[in-house]
């Protein structure tokens, strides 16, 4: 794929390619192009959408817990059994499992992202065609359109109605009207007009290069469940080393045992503690998730995205691109005033041609009405179509010399309140057709008052294309808790019919953005009131989002234009379409490159599946890292050896967590997201850990009183060793819940590699395991019967007296 693109890149086809107007700079030439290439003057920018390979192996070897086993596995391979350095082993495997994941998910965001990338129309030897981002130089002539990004800084060289925003640098909220000389800065956006300006800063001297360096490379951050695994690490790693101290002291000075088996048991008691598989399988469902999202065409530009995604409350969609597909139909042309209708198609035609990147609504036009072959209309100045203004005009000179200036825009707000128009215009809306008012004026085009007094000409009745899938999307948000909350800058009747015949509650009750409070708390209570609300500019868009997450919302935006912008930058999550403008794109999260908003329940369900697993997994690691710390202080405190050998616990620890847990984080999960992940994790793990070790540690104890002799403490291990798998294997009998056939079966199989183990003389030597007689296995049994029970009972009454 990678090979392809950069084949298309370098070598553009014919109809990529287009001459530029004689009038206008030709660009550079190859020759020129080759010297800056030659020279290093390049656009070499920073990969948003993924970390080095270099960085991966680093990131998954380079631990703070690799470290600690890497310097226990050292002692155990110098005082040996190679059977007691089986941890080593296993964390090298779980090492290279999390690395290899993670180069495949690195390996699916970078072929995706090529796909996703913006590309440039450059001029060069006199013709103008797109390339890639990352093929622009110094001195280039790059032209602009609406939603396209600003990828260098440059100097503008011509300019028509160019106004850009820079509110994501600067925090200036109006646009700018930009003239031929003045600064452009990467990372602003066009929102109306075009223009062309020369790249003078490329690659990491752009401004906007500088500042996003690190905060748009491949991030973890953001996420709760790192940010709570990472809480959870630290008040391990407080809980480890006293306790590691205690094992350490007990076992090299008072016990009197020999000097390896000392140091064997007291590696025992310290590598249990450490949760080295919580990490990685966290990594690994990221990583997982992130490949499964990329067969369907969707980019996760940060990876907690997926996550973040799965926790919204509220999903805010743009009409346009969204609901419906960026393509329009001309329905019906309605003259007003006694205009001809012939007349009216010559204007609609002229207005088309002045514009040469027209948006949705006027490509319609243009497809409708081609312009006319009795002879050429010349366009003698333009005002560009913006979001915030919701119209668009022309001044024209007509074959006969006469000359007009043209309006064309939304009718609500070119014409004055009360015109009898507007009820013909409420009933279109009424049916999801979108209605353009084309009017005369005898305003200049750059006098503020120029949408004063019009003259009606016609009204253009457009005809919008549902998306299929939209319906059964906005269906399954509603099922699982999401409230749709329909934005647009079109009219508040047009939208709600829209809305309406896709089945959205409360679209009944459209809402005029113009008639909402400025005042945040007023307006986060209409939002709450409403579904669907229409004629928003850009700016409410980001205060509508501000306000809804100003009542504790988890706020989703989608969007595909320029007006969008502002509001995914600002959102919980922002998702852009990837037939969408630049700017959207390269703001938004996440990008569904197939433009389906039926992707994004795919979305939802792979943050689900990362959260409600990875929620079970930390479960199962935390429990044992809490019997580990309680049993290191109950034998530091009674003075006796630890009852385990490195070898006991990495059997038990692949039966009743690792394997299991690679399973169950990687597992289908509908639950949905809740927060507080730290709270909802311990509130099982500390009573789980507790009753575990302690039925381990009773066992322990019976043991030592009831064997005596030289070879008691391998019979009081094993005793203590069956007691642990039965209380670990039953916590991981109830994390498993609920049930489906391949749940029971991976538990039964655990269960079964542990009877192998005790059925196999060569397994029982290996492992050093060995149960003697039968009073003390039964009475291990039972011991651990109870705590099953006891386990039972708890872990309903900590769901009932602790609810998450």
Same mark, same amino acid.
């Given at each position: 794929?990678?090979?392809?693109?950069?084949?298309?890149?370098?070598?553009?086809?014919?109809?990529?390619?287009?001459?530029?107007?004689?009038?206008?700079?030709?660009?550079?030439?190859?020759?020129?192009?080759?010297? $800056?290439?030659? $020279?290093?003057?390049?656009?070499?920018?920073?990969?948003?959408?993924?970390?080095?390979?270099?960085?991966?192996?680093?990131?998954?070897?380079?631990?703070?817990?690799?470290?600690?086993?890497?310097?226990?596995?050292?002692?155990?391979?110098?005082?040996?059994?190679?059977?007691?350095?089986?941890?080593?082993?296993?964390?090298?495997?779980?090492?290279?499992?999390?690395?290899?994941?993670?180069?495949?998910?690195?390996?699916?965001?970078?072929?995706?992202?090529?796909?996703?990338?913006?590309?440039?129309?450059?001029?060069?030897?006199?013709?103008?065609?797109?390339?890639?981002?990352?093929?622009?130089?110094?001195?280039?002539?790059?032209?602009?359109?609406?939603?396209?990004?600003?990828?260098?800084?440059?100097?503008?060289?011509?300019?028509?109605?160019?106004?850009?925003?820079?509110?994501?640098?600067?925090?200036?909220?109006?646009?700018?009207?930009?003239?031929?000389?003045?600064?452009?800065?990467?990372?602003?956006?066009?929102?109306?007009?075009?223009?062309?300006?020369?790249?003078?800063?490329?690659?990491?001297?752009?401004?906007?290069?500088?500042?996003?360096?690190?905060?748009?490379?491949?991030?973890?951050?953001?996420?709760?469940?790192?940010?709570?695994?990472?809480?959870?690490?630290?008040?391990?790693?407080?809980?480890?080393?006293?306790?590691?101290?205690?094992?350490?002291?007990?076992?090299?000075?008072?016990? @009197?045992?020999?000097?390896?088996?000392?140091?064997?048991?007291?590696?025992?008691?310290?590598?249990?503690?450490?949760?080295?598989?919580?990490?990685?399988?966290?990594?690994?469902?990221?990583?997982? @998730?992130?490949?499964?999202?990329?067969?369907?065409?969707?980019?996760?530009?940060?990876?907690?995205?997926?996550?973040?995604?799965?926790?919204?409350?509220?999903?805010?969609?743009?009409?346009?691109?969204?609901? *419906?597909?960026?393509?329009?139909?001309?329905?019906?042309?309605?003259?007003?005033?006694?205009?001809?209708?012939?007349?009216?198609?010559?204007?609609?035609?002229?207005?088309?041609?002045?514009?040469? $990147?027209?948006?949705?609504?006027?490509?319609?036009?243009?497809?409708?009405?081609?312009?006319?072959?009795?002879?050429?209309?010349?366009?003698?100045?333009?005002?560009?179509?913006?979001?915030?203004?919701?119209?668009?005009?022309?001044?024209?000179?007509?074959?006969?010399?006469?000359?007009?200036?043209?309006?064309? @825009?939304?009718?609500?707000?070119?014409?004055?309140?009360?015109?009898?128009?507007?009820?013909?215009?409420?009933?279109?809306?009424?049916?999801?057709?979108?209605?353009?008012?084309?009017?005369?004026?005898?305003?200049?085009?750059?006098?503020?008052?120029?949408?004063?007094?019009?003259?009606?000409?016609?009204?253009?009745?457009?005809?919008?294309?549902?998306?299929?899938?939209?319906?059964?999307?906005?269906?399954?948000?509603?099922?699982?808790?999401?409230?749709?909350?329909?934005?647009?800058?079109?009219?508040?009747?047009?939208?709600?019919?829209?809305?309406?015949?896709?089945?959205?509650?409360?679209?009944?009750?459209?809402?005029?953005?113009?008639?909402?409070?400025?005042?945040?708390?007023?307006?986060?209570?209409?939002?709450?009131?409403?579904?669907?609300?229409?004629?928003?500019?850009?700016?409410?868009?980001?205060?509508?989002?501000?306000?809804?997450?100003?009542?504790?919302?988890?706020?989703?935006?989608?969007?595909?234009?320029?007006?969008?912008?502002?509001?995914?930058?600002?959102?919980?999550?922002?998702?852009?379409?990837?037939?969408?403008?630049?700017?959207?794109?390269?703001?938004?999260?996440?990008?569904?490159?197939?433009?389906?908003?039926?992707?994004?329940?795919?979305?939802?369900?792979?943050?689900?599946?990362?959260?409600?697993?990875?929620?079970?997994?930390?479960?199962?690691?935390?429990?044992?890292?809490?019997?580990?710390?309680?049993?290191?202080?109950?034998?530091?405190?009674?003075?006796?050896?630890?009852?385990?050998?490195?070898?006991?616990?990495?059997?038990?620890?692949?039966?009743?967590?690792?394997?299991?847990?690679?399973?169950?984080?990687?597992?289908?999960?509908?639950? $949905?997201?809740?927060?507080?992940?730290?709270?909802?994790?311990?509130?099982?793990?500390?009573?789980?850990?507790?009753?575990?070790?302690?039925?381990?540690? *009773?066992?322990?104890?019976?043991?030592?009183?009831?064997?005596?002799?030289?070879?008691?403490?391998?019979?009081?291990?094993?005793?203590?060793?069956? *007691?642990?798998?039965?209380?670990?294997?039953?916590?991981?009998?109830?994390?498993?819940?609920?049930?489906?056939?391949?749940?029971?079966?991976?538990?039964?199989?655990? @269960?079964?590699?542990?009877?192998?183990?005790?059925?196999?003389?060569?397994?029982?030597?290996?492992?050093?395991?060995?149960?003697?007689?039968?009073?003390?296995?039964?009475?291990?049994?039972?011991?651990?019967?109870?705590?099953?029970?006891?386990?039972?009972?708890?872990?309903?009454?900590?769901?009932?007296?602790?609810?998450?």
């Amino acid at each position: 794929m990678t090979h392809r693109a950069q084949t298309e890149v370098n070598d553009p086809g014919p109809g990529d390619r287009r001459p530029v107007p004689e009038a206008a700079h030709p660009g550079l030439t190859s020759a020129e192009v080759a010297e $800056r290439v030659a $020279r290093g003057e390049v656009n070499d920018v920073p990969v948003r959408s993924s970390r080095s390979t270099v960085d991966i192996i680093r990131a998954n070897v380079f631990t703070r817990f690799n470290a600690i086993i890497g310097v226990l596995f050292a002692i155990i391979l110098v005082v040996g059994p190679i059977q007691d350095g089986l941890f080593g082993f296993v964390i090298v495997a779980n090492t290279g499992i999390g690395i290899v994941q993670e180069l495949r998910a690195k390996r699916t965001l970078d072929n995706l992202a090529v796909i996703g990338e913006a590309r440039p129309t450059v001029r060069r030897d006199g013709t103008a065609a797109e390339i890639a981002t990352s093929e622009v130089v110094l001195s280039d002539v790059i032209e602009l359109g609406p939603g396209d990004k600003v990828i260098v800084d440059g100097e503008v060289l011509e300019t028509d109605g160019l106004e850009i925003d820079e509110s994501l640098l600067t925090g200036e909220a109006d646009p700018l009207l930009k003239k031929p000389g003045e600064r452009m800065m990467s990372g602003s956006f066009v929102v109306a007009g075009s223009g062309a300006f020369t790249a003078t800063k490329v690659g990491r001297e752009a401004y906007a290069a500088q500042l996003a360096e690190e905060a748009s490379r491949f991030t973890l951050v953001h996420s709760e469940l790192r940010t709570g695994i990472s809480q959870i690490l630290k008040y391990v790693t407080w809980m480890m080393v006293p306790t590691a101290l205690g094992l350490i002291l007990s076992h090299l000075f008072t016990l @009197g045992l020999p000097g390896d088996e000392a140091i064997r048991r007291m590696v025992a008691g310290i590598v249990p503690m450490i949760p080295e598989g919580l990490v990685l399988l966290t990594s690994v469902a990221f990583a997982i @998730g992130v490949i499964r999202l990329g067969r369907k065409q969707c980019l996760v530009q940060e990876l907690p995205a997926i996550e973040g995604l799965a926790r919204v409350d509220v999903v805010c969609l743009d009409k346009t691109g969204t609901l *419906t597909e960026g393509g329009m139909d001309v329905r019906e042309l309605r003259p007003r005033n006694s205009a001809e209708e012939p007349y009216i198609r010559h204007v609609l035609a002229a207005l088309g041609a002045c514009d040469p $990147r027209p948006n949705a609504s006027l490509q319609a036009i243009i497809n409708a009405y081609p312009a006319s072959p009795d002879g050429p209309w010349t366009c003698t100045s333009t005002l560009p179509f913006s979001s915030a203004r919701k119209y668009s005009g022309a001044s024209l000179t007509a074959p006969d010399g006469d000359h007009t200036t043209w309006l064309l @825009g939304a009718p609500d707000v070119l014409l004055p309140p009360g015109d009898h128009t507007l009820a013909e215009i409420d009933d279109l809306n009424a049916q999801g057709l979108r209605v353009l008012l084309l009017a005369g004026t005898d305003q200049a085009l750059d006098d503020p008052e120029v949408a004063r007094e019009v003259r009606p000409a016609a009204l253009v009745v457009l005809e919008q294309r549902l998306r299929p899938d939209a319906s059964d999307t906005l269906r399954y948000f509603a099922d699982q808790g999401v409230h749709a909350k329909v934005i647009s800058g079109d009219n508040a009747v047009s939208v709600g019919a829209v809305a309406a015949h896709l089945g959205l509650p409360g679209s009944d009750a459209p809402v005029d953005a113009r008639t909402l409070p400025t005042e945040p708390a007023a307006m986060s209570t209409a939002l709450d009131a409403g579904t669907v609300f229409g004629r928003v500019t850009p700016q409410q868009k980001r205060d509508m989002v501000t306000a809804l997450q100003s009542r504790g919302h988890n706020v989703a935006m989608t969007g595909d234009g320029v007006n969008d912008v502002l509001a995914l930058k600002d959102a919980d999550i922002g998702v852009s379409m990837g037939a969408g403008s630049e700017a959207t794109r390269a703001v938004a999260q996440i990008v569904l490159l197939n433009n389906s908003f039926a992707t994004l329940p795919s979305v939802v369900a792979e943050g689900r599946r990362v959260i409600g697993n990875i929620t079970r997994v930390a479960t199962l690691f935390l429990t044992k890292t809490v019997y580990s710390v309680l049993l290191a202080v109950l034998v530091a405190c009674w003075q006796i050896p630890y009852p385990y050998l490195p070898r006991h616990l990495t059997l038990l620890s692949t039966l009743t967590i690792g394997v299991p847990a690679f399973f169950l984080a990687l597992a289908p999960n509908k639950e $949905r997201a809740r927060p507080h992940f730290v709270r909802r994790v311990m509130r099982y793990a500390i009573p789980s850990g507790l009753i575990t070790g302690t039925a381990a540690f *009773t066992t322990y104890l019976l043991a030592r009183h009831y064997y005596t002799g030289p070879g008691a403490l391998p019979a009081e291990t094993s005793a203590a060793t069956l *007691t642990l798998f039965l209380a670990a294997i039953w916590v991981l009998t109830i994390i498993a819940r609920p049930y489906t056939w391949w749940r029971i079966a991976l538990v039964l199989t655990m @269960g079964l590699g542990f009877v192998i183990v005790l059925a196999t003389p060569w397994l029982q030597r290996f492992f050093d395991l060995r149960l003697v007689g039968t009073t003390m296995p039964w009475a291990a049994v039972a011991i651990a019967a109870l705590a099953a029970v006891l386990l039972e009972i708890t872990w309903r009454w900590v769901g009932s007296r602790f609810p998450a």
